[in-house]
């Protein structure tokens, strides 16, 4: 079974520090790991995945994450944060034989001026 | 743009009566996707669709049904609507080759009441 853990419901951060959005995950081989957007009442835009290859994944709007397999982890960070970024956040990996996604409980992200 | 759209955006029906979402894609997706949504919580998988092959989850109550008649269209059913399937219903499509390698593509989904 493959699942992914959100540690924190909520992030806050002041405008132009770094943020960052913590995820680990748990799977069976090779792990497939994706982030999602969602604003309100607005469905999940794809931010960026990793699927093999450099640690380092860079993504839409700035977005970028670093896949650590030691720690099982796949955070999530934006070195300066702006207002526009507050949305709801999610991880979620799938497996290679599968295409279904298990989904993270989501991290709320505001971004204050 | 290429995108996958869902129709209505907002949805009210009455306890009971039958209520159908669409979901339409440009993409030429194999995969198709419903989610349930609830207040901000992850998306929950209802069922998918690889070309005509319908996946439903085990937990997905038999209320629910879907239908896809072509590439491009597809359909959730509720029969009879409960007051606990008030949510946001989500449609994603994603290209079926290399299976879990392909990022999911969301619509931006039906918000559904029940009276």
């Known amino acids: 079974a493959q699942s992914v853990a959100q540690p924190e419901d909520q992030v806050n951060v002041a405008e132009g520090n770094p943020l960052t959005v913590k995820c680990t995950y748990s799977?069976?081989?090779?792990?497939?790991l994706f982030w999602y957007v969602q604003y309100p009442n607005r469905g999940l835009q794809f931010l960026l995945k990793?699927?093999?290859?450099?640690?380092l994944v860079k993504g839409s709007y700035g977005f970028e994450a670093e896949f650590n397999k030691s720690q099982t982890s796949f955070h999530l960070k934006k070195p300066s944060a702006l207002v526009s970024d507050s949305a709801l956040y999610f991880c979620?990996?799938?497996?290679?034989?599968?295409?279904?996604?298990?989904f993270g409980a989501g991290t709320t992200v505001t971004v204050r001026a | 743009d290429a995108m996958v759209i869902q129709n209505p955006r907002y949805q009210v029906t009455q306890f009971g009566k039958p209520v159908t979402l669409s979901c339409s894609q440009t993409?030429?997706?194999?995969?198709m996707y419903w989610y349930q949504q609830k207040s901000s919580q992850a998306p929950k998988l209802l069922f998918h669709?690889?070309?005509?092959?319908?996946?439903n989850e085990a937990d997905t109550p038999d209320n629910f049904q879907s239908r896809r008649p072509n590439t491009s269209f597809c359909f959730l059913d509720i029969r009879s609507p409960g007051l606990g399937d008030a949510a946001m219903y989500l449609c994603?499509?994603?290209?079926?080759?290399?299976?879990?390698?392909?990022?999911?593509?969301f619509g931006d989904g039906t918000r559904l009441s029940i009276l």
């Open positions: 994603a499509t994603s290209r079926g080759e290399g299976q879990g390698r392909q990022p999911q593509h």
């Open positions: 799977v069976s081989g090779n792990p497939y």
């Open positions: 990793y699927i093999t290859g450099d640690n």
């Open positions: 979620a990996v799938s497996g290679s034989n599968d295409y279904k996604l298990s």
């Open positions: 993409l030429n997706h194999n995969v």
């Open positions: 669709y690889y070309d005509k092959d319908f996946n």
